[in-house]
């Protein structure tokens, strides 16, 4: 199928936008390449240093005549979908001694959990952290005695920070190597019924707990689609994991088998190895575009219209939203995955996962299959699934069909024509909105709004009995400048309250709502924020709102709005305790969410 002519238009208007910086980033990462592998360039006090505790590997490193492969690992056991990482660096060890190599830990990033920090000050390092983990990533492998390196990372944040450091080294390959999903435990959507029912006062917290625990039961990642699962289908759409190993199961046999071979493939992609491939080659712009097609064909999280911007700037491309509002409007959505549908992803995966979706969108001519990968040339590579035949690991063709067309569908015959996101304009800045989970009798809210400077001001006021009526609720002084751009998810429940109600209900804000985040519908990372001058902050209690996610609408009916002066906040709070006084420079330093919200600048 010849490739969508958007897709062209859009890659081609990307390439141009991008030229500048893009070249100059190039440019880096070729005077990178020839010098050649770095730790034959050591002094000898550096090498020794660098290999005193390789034990027996110390004299192959020492001959610099074989790879040597850098570990980054996310892994703490705090974090479920981290906690399989702890076996990893011993298997990968084993692996890259069987093929000649050598392997060492670089270093390890943080991770944080958003569910744990839900509704806490700490989600208001939540962001932020995406930019520390690309800090730490960089230092680890500044020592410059790796040939090539894989990362060991699942998460919100923890996937973006690592694609930007990987790419600040974008002279060396680079394999992500996932941990899995955890196996399915209470649906989430039974999940979610108990929380509405706790936030109504229906249900006790040890009802709340128990049926949280049912859901979160193990180690892996979180089953609904989120920004963590989000992430791993761009990891595949993007050409860094191996194919169809996204959403293998922790600790099984074939987890296991896809770790060990992912470890050699990226010590075989190395200047060393027969098949030299840096992540420069493998992230361009193509690469980024079919990112935006799995984002927008899955229903896939918000979160993304940050970190994907910010992780394409790390390689001197610039995307915009309006590129993602472009490639929505062609790409079909052909994936019920909760919260948007009552699916897992261990179902999701069983129907025929991201190797069928790819196929699908490589026929409609939705992808570029023009891209290097990891599993080499061609995203074609990537309709292929993994299997163990005998204890060895092999690949086959992946279904053609979906096995539940309730979950999976055709691109000839999507649950909608269109992808899951909206950008909104208007006289309020721009914003966006995930649509995929939204039913369309709820995507047009116009009403008075309800102005409030924290989500503990919205619960307060909902448990008052002060919520009456069509209503649009406004949660300002919630971006990056403001406190870090921390997740609102925690309001979901009395929104979803409200809406059950008969209530017509939308939020707007400068803030995030979380990646899971569905059915209310929610105008979210509004620029310019309320603490940069952006119209939200003239907005006062009964102002009429219009959010119009058909026609890409966010504006204030109400005459003289935008005469009125800003309203100014008492941030103070915001800026200290759980670690927030050591984020000043952050604060003071980040981008607008639409240029990736990112303490860093053009690389």
């Given at each position: 199928m ?6 062209t238009?859009?890659t ?17 990462m ?7 592998p770095?730790?034959?360039?050591l ?16 004299s192959?490193?020492?001959e ?65 952290s995406?930019?520390v ?10 020592h ?12 919100d ?34 999940k ?18 128990k ?7 193990g ?35 074939l ?15 190395s200047a060393l ?36 911007i ?8 610039i ?14 959505l ?5 919260p ?18 790819i ?12 891209t ?39 691109a000839s ?22 649509i995929?989970?939204v039913?369309?009798?709820?995507r047009v ?11 503990d ?10 919520f ?7 949660v ?25 109600r008969?209530?017509?209900?939308a ?17 979210i ?8 001058g952006?119209?939200?902050g ?9 959010v119009?996610a ?25 800026q ?13 330093n ?14």
């Amino acid at each position: 199928m010849p490739l969508n002519p958007v897709m062209t238009r859009v890659t081609e208007r990307v390439i141009e936008r991008s030229a500048p910086t893009r070249r100059r980033y190039l440019d880096r990462m070729a005077k990178a390449k020839s010098d050649g592998p770095a730790r034959a360039h050591l002094s000898c006090s550096g090498q020794a240093h660098a290999f005193a505790a390789a034990g027996d590997d110390q004299s192959r490193l020492a001959e610099a005549i074989s790879g040597n492969l850098g570990i980054v690992t996310a892994y703490n056991d705090m974090l479920s979908a981290h906690q399989p990482f702890e076996r990893y660096p011993t298997l990968i060890r084993d692996a890259v001694r069987a093929a000649g190599g050598t392997a060492q830990v670089a270093g390890g990033v943080p991770a944080m959990c958003d569910g744990v920090t839900q509704g806490e000050a700490g989600m208001e390092l939540s962001l932020f952290s995406r930019d520390v983990i690309a800090l730490a990533a960089g230092v680890a492998l500044s020592h410059n005695t790796f040939d090539a390196a894989v990362f060991l990372g699942v998460c919100d944040k923890i996937v973006p920070g690592l694609i930007i450091a990987a790419q600040s080294f974008g002279h060396l390959p680079a394999v992500f190597l996932p941990a899995g999903p955890m196996t399915s435990g209470l649906p989430n959507d039974e999940k979610a019924k108990v929380r509405q029912r706790f936030a109504a006062g229906e249900a006790t917290r040890e009802e709340l707990l128990k049926a949280e625990m049912a859901a979160y039961h193990g180690p892996g990642t979180c089953t609904f689609y989120g920004t963590a699962n989000t992430n791993q289908m761009l990891m595949e759409f993007m050409g860094l994991h191996l194919p169809g190993s996204s959403f293998v199961n922790p600790n099984t046999d074939l987890r296991d088998a896809l770790t060990v071979e992912g470890a050699k493939r990226a010590l075989s992609l190395s200047a060393l190895g027969n098949h030299y491939t840096p992540v420069c080659d493998v992230l361009d712009e193509k690469a980024f575009v079919n990112g935006i097609v799995g984002l927008n064909a899955t229903g896939g999280s918000t979160n993304l219209l940050i970190h994907l911007i910010a992780m394409a700037r790390a390689g001197g491309i610039i995307l915009d939203w309006e590129d993602f509002c472009d490639l929505s409007e062609i790409t079909p959505l052909i994936a019920r995955v909760y919260p948007n549908g009552l699916a897992d992803v261990n179902q999701f995966h069983a129907a025929g996962g991201l190797g069928f979706m790819i196929g699908q969108l490589l026929n409609a001519g939705l992808l570029h299959d023009d891209t290097k990968t990891v599993a080499g040339d061609g995203l074609e590579n990537y309709t292929h699934e993994p299997r163990l035949e005998s204890g060895t690991l092999t690949w086959t063709p992946g279904s053609g069909e979906s096995l539940n067309t309730g979950i999976l569908r055709p691109a000839s015959d999507p649950f909608q024509e269109t992808g899951g996101l909206s950008r909104l304009v208007g006289t309020l800045g721009t914003g966006v909105m995930k649509i995929s989970a939204v039913a369309p009798e709820h995507r047009v809210v116009e009403a008075p709004c309800r102005v409030f400077h924290d989500q503990d001001e919205v619960k307060a006021a909902f448990k008052a009995g002060e919520f009456e009526g069509d209503m649009i609720i406004v949660v300002r002084f919630q971006g990056p400048k403001a406190n870090g751009m921390p997740e609102l998810h925690s309001l979901t429940p009395l929104l979803g309250i409200m809406q059950g109600r008969g209530q017509k209900v939308a939020l707007v804000t400068d803030g995030r709502m979380s990646g899971a985040s569905g059915k209310v519908p929610s105008a979210i990372h509004v620029c310019p924020e309320a603490l940069d001058g952006g119209p939200i902050g003239q907005l006062q209690d009964g102002d009429i709102v219009r959010v119009d996610a058909v026609a890409g609408v966010l504006e204030v009916l109400t005459e003289g709005v935008l005469e009125r002066p800003h309203a100014t906040a008492d941030l103070s709070d915001n800026q200290w305790g759980v670690g927030r006084d050591m984020f000043t420079a952050f604060r003071s330093n980040v981008g607008s969410a639409n240029t990736g919200a990112t303490v860093f600048g053009d690389f």
